[in-house]
């Protein structure tokens, strides 16, 4: 027992050092893998059903779906950025519709506390003034730096996404693909329906639950239906906190306003985007997950303190692997006392 809690701390200490420091130099090749395993049923009914060559089954089906994949990100992507700047364009707007809410809840604090007319409104006001001198002097460089990092990034990223098209291809193209070892091959098994399974799983509910929130916003009128989308997708991601934290609040503050059918249409989209993920969730996770919300809520929150937003999709399948090797372990540790047991009963008879 002492040795599988020494390989399960090691195998923890490893799988953080290689999330720190080598994912970020291999992830293309990693993500040109998992999606080379991916097509590559397609490319043997190409090549086996259709009698096409591999080369160009390889080619057709890599560049159809890299480039249908690519359309729809920068199609959407183009929707949120024009979204997001539409709504920078309105803050000002935004910004005195919340002035006026907050001057006529202070007027009423006042009342009811018998303060002088206007002592709660110009106290927040002051510290409104100093919040935003803060902004000015700390967040605006910040926001500068980000931006220059940000040019990097793209070019970095441009950089990725042809070294990942080109490892799809030579991988797809290598008949001598090395493979697993026979002694972590039981490890391999299992995280193939259960490790990459969470992922697999996590980005079509986002995918579905983010359709469902915008169509639902667009009928609703909101000019930032597919930005708050994917927003309220991403954090019902989240285990036990859900989309609800976000859209029954709006709700409730649409029905404060009078706006019963605004009202009506977010508990809707929260009913429906609830129903799908607990359809789905048994659906695509199945049998072989089984991990506890707490425990997925504390690997999330722990890989988000460790690796920023990939701790998001890193700490749960950390954690997967950690229960996998677990299992694999318990498995062999019974198997040799049960060998113990029966050479025992051997013993004894003769």
């Not at 990034?153 to 042809?162: C, P, Q, S, Y």
């Not at 091959?185 to 259960?194: G, I, W």
């Not at 009506?264 to 993920?277: E, K, P, Q, S, W």
Request: with cysteine.
């Amino acid at each position: 027992m002492k040795t599988r809690y020494i390989i399960l701390a090691l195998t923890a200490l490893a799988l953080f050092l290689a999330f720190r420091f080598l994912l970020p130099l291999v992830l293309p090749f990693v993500l040109a893998y998992f999606f080379a395993k991916t097509v590559q049923p397609v490319i043997h009914f190409l090549t086996k059903r259709l009698k096409w060559e591999k080369r160009i089954s390889v080619i057709v089906v890599v560049l159809v779906t890299v480039f249908a994949i690519g359309g729809f990100l920068v199609y959407i992507g183009s929707i949120v950025i024009g979204q997001a700047i539409l709504l920078l364009q309105k803050i000002p707007v935004y910004q005195q519709l919340v002035g006026n809410a907050v001057e006529q809840f202070c007027c009423q604090c006042d009342r009811m506390l018998e303060l002088r007319a206007g002592t709660s409104y110009h106290y927040i006001e002051a510290q409104t003034q100093t919040m935003y001198h803060n902004l000015e002097q700390e967040v605006i460089p910040r926001l500068t730096a980000c931006a220059t990092e940000a040019l990097r990034f793209l070019g970095r990223a441009g950089a990725g996404i042809f070294i990942f098209f080109v490892s799809t291809l030579l991988i797809l193209l290598d008949d001598s693909f090395p493979a697993v070892h026979k002694k972590l091959r039981p490890v391999a098994r299992r995280l193939k329906y259960a490790g990459f399974a969470y992922i697999k799983a996590q980005g079509i509910i986002m995918f579905i639950v983010a359709v469902v929130v915008s169509l639902g916003l667009m009928l609703m009128g909101n000019d930032y239906a597919v930005l708050f989308g994917i927003g309220i997708a991403i954090f019902d991601a989240f285990p036990v906190v859900g989309s609800g934290l976000v859209l029954v609040p709006w709700a409730a503050l649409q029905m404060i306003g009078g706006h019963f059918y605004q009202a009506a249409i977010l508990l809707t989209i929260f009913v429906v985007a609830t129903f799908l993920r607990e359809i789905l969730e048994p659906r695509l996770f199945g049998k072989e997950i089984g991990m506890k919300p707490l425990f997925v809520l504390v690997s999330v929150y722990a890989g988000v303190g460790l690796f920023r937003v990939g701790g998001i999709i890193l700490g749960p399948v950390a954690l997967t692997v950690l229960k996998v090797v677990n299992e694999v372990l318990l498995q062999q540790e019974k198997a040799v006392e049960g060998n113990k047991k029966s050479d025992g009963h051997k013993g004894a008879s003769e």
